[in-house]
């Protein structure tokens, strides 16, 4: 199976996990007015951190999924630019010609990205793992920026 079609299927698996497209509106159920409010404040342009005091930023929509027309597209975008960030490392950790651990990889990562937040911490893994990966393989080539 060649790396595109491998990148095509972990994007195809990751895209619904990532990019809420069954979005919902707050009810009454918890407190969601938090998902609602970093909504709204993206709409009407507020600066987060001066007019808009709160620990979520612009991109919460993409973390909450909640519905809100002005967020939507960005909320998608987000989630569909995160889903191939997964794919693209995901293929770039897989050993060579290996399909148990593309499986093996696929299942960790679908079981990851059932748990919430944890789907945001596992992608800065994922990209410090290629990193070392290729730093590895290329001891030769420089790091410098």
């Known amino acids: 199976m060649t790396a ?8 195809l698996l990751l895209a619904p996990q990532l990019a809420p497209f069954a979005s919902w509106i707050p009810n009454a159920k918890a407190d969601p007015s938090w998902c609602w409010a970093t909504n709204e404040a993206v709409a009407q342009g507020l600066v987060f951190g001066e007019q808009f005091i709160f620990p979520a ?3 919460s929509a993409i973390y909450n999924g909640s519905y809100h027309p ?3 597209s960005l909320m998608l975008g987000g989630g569909l630019f995160l889903a191939s960030v997964f794919a693209l490392n995901l293929i770039a950790l897989r050993r060579e010609n290996r399909f148990a651990s593309f499986l093996a990889a696929l299942t960790i990562t679908l079981t990851i990205l059932a748990q919430g937040d944890a789907k945001f911490y596992f992608l800065t893994l994922l990209i410090s793992l290629t990193t070392i990966r290729a730093a590895i393989r290329n001891p030769q080539s420089s790091m410098e920026f």
């Open 57 to 59: 930023g612009p991109y």
């Open 70 to 72: 002005a967020t939507y």
């Open 4 to 11: 595109f079609a491998l990148a095509v299927i972990f994007f």
